[in-house]
């Protein structure tokens, strides 16, 4: 650990590509490319590590090919930090498409129909033949609204589990994160906590976050919980969120997010500023012509207008989404390295105010005026 | 003219943004963006002088909103140069959706149905407010199989509007091309050439070319036509075509090229080689660890796999299309330039040998496995 400012934590997580300066936000390379990014653009952008996800690559091009083109890394040509999720997601968001037992998942592809089973020792050998940098456990992650009793159930589940999974072999210098279940039940999450903290993890994550609940619940169990994480662990909060989730995050000592909001929500038309976000579909934008974000280093920024983003997305130009891409990543890398910054200074209490009143003023003073699209 | 090596010729184009070396291509930015790349792609392809459409920027964003705006450079970002097509070619190519009168046409938008009216003076008032730095008349482009009494009505009916497009007022420092029609009767060619050669146009193009026509009919007319227009006058061959197309147009005299094929058909997976073109939809690409082509500068050659860009096209994520671009409009520029160099260097016979040898191959030698996808 670099330094602490209250419960936040600056560090750095070794990985066998590279150390990464955490807190730090992961972009989401969810089929081996970052949306409409390539490689050198998210080395522009200061990345320094990126997700990949074991159901979605298990499907295509399959580890065997990864495996035979040198590992996800060579495979996509990608010298930083790799994070593969586990398929333990796709338990909540397919789960019209799965069938779950004590031993594991099959899912329905949703490409071709085919079954496709994961279990906890399966789902680790993929991501030995992906050769990523930190392997996630296979989960079960109930939705928010799961009764107490589905919460403990998946919670024990994913105990057995995590314990199937650190049996498992894996790839050299592969790092190997247990995931803390427990839904928004401060208790259950301790017990869970209590029960993967005892298990070798190099890293702890918290799952199940983000996935319906209020975020002031949601931050309310950051704040119970984090805290009392081990110290001596990276913690990462698995799929969370908007800014304002990051930074309550940050403040309880969260080390690593991951989300698909700056990417999915850019090719939205939805774009990231510091009082809140713009809809670039908006009638306001077609004929402004100042930047999505004065000051902002993006290649969108720097170089083109609101007015012409707002007539790339209209048209549907591919350039659209690569830009506004760019733009929102930008956007969450920066404020989670400026946070790093202001942890280290010892001033991160000022930061937060500072980006919670710009963002309090919310979007609507943004897109205040209405839309006649 | 710089140099000339038999009817080929290496030159500058003079524009209000800068000179253009010719022969030149100029890669097509029907809607204020070459699809999937930005203006930093652009420029670090070399390119110099885009496109732009038009038909397409009057119905959506409409030429006032970009004059508003600055004009096309500052509305699109672009320092380079750019010629602007005069939706002369959608007469052709909407032939279902227009009615064509002694006057000018009326298109059905291809957006909103709604009825735009395009003459002439409306056509250079339009790339007036656009302030391109080539402005195309407004002419009638025949398809190839039209009847001689078709075409000879379309080459009239095209000197009468040329004739009022140099009566309408332009933008400062706007150059103004005439467009010879004739079909494929190397005799209506010249008779027409001759009728546009004698008003006061800075440059002259052949339109009605590649619009279905076999190649070799289309290679003969440049060849007996190319020669015998104006020395001094750039001379752009619009539309074309195939890298064969392109090396035909060079040796018989053509300065400026433009086409979509590079860009079109690297979204479709057709990729351009020395030795023709490699679909990357067939399965032999699969796992194939090489280039698209060894020793291509562009970012998809550099850094990324056939086996990688195969995955993303099949997986349809948006990194293919910019790079899969990329690498296209990489081929066609440094095909052009090349030539340049050998015309300049008086060794042009030598390259287009080597260059039609190497495509003789043909792409049978390149996706010569059987697909299995």
Redesign the interface.
Known sequence: MQARDGHARAGHLRTAHGEVETPVFMPVGT??????????DLEALGARIILGNTYHLAL??GPE?IA???GLHA???WRGAILTDSGGYQVFSLRGRRTLDDDGVTFQSHLDGSLQRFTPEGVMGIQRALASDVAMVLDECPPSDAPPEQVRAAMERTTRWARRCVEAERAPGQLRFGIVQGGTDVALRLEHLQAIGELPFEGLALGGLGVGEPPPVMHAVLAAVVPRMPEDRPRYLMGVGTPIDLLAGIEAGIDMFDCVMPTRNARNGQLFVRTGRLNIANAVH??D?RPVEEGCPC?ACR???R??LA??F??K???Y???ATLHNLQHYLDLVRAARSAILEGRLAAYLQERRAALAQDESTVDSRQSTV
Chains 1, 2 share one sequence.
Not at 31 to 40: D, F, I, T, W
Request: hydrophobic fraction near 30%; glycine fraction near 8%.
């Open positions: 089929q081996a490319s970052v949306k409409a990014l390539s490689g050198g295509r091009p090919l035979r083109l040198g495979f996509q040509s077609r004929d012509p290649e170089r083109y207008t007015a012409y007539h790339l209209r048209a130009e591919l350039t989404y690569r830009l």
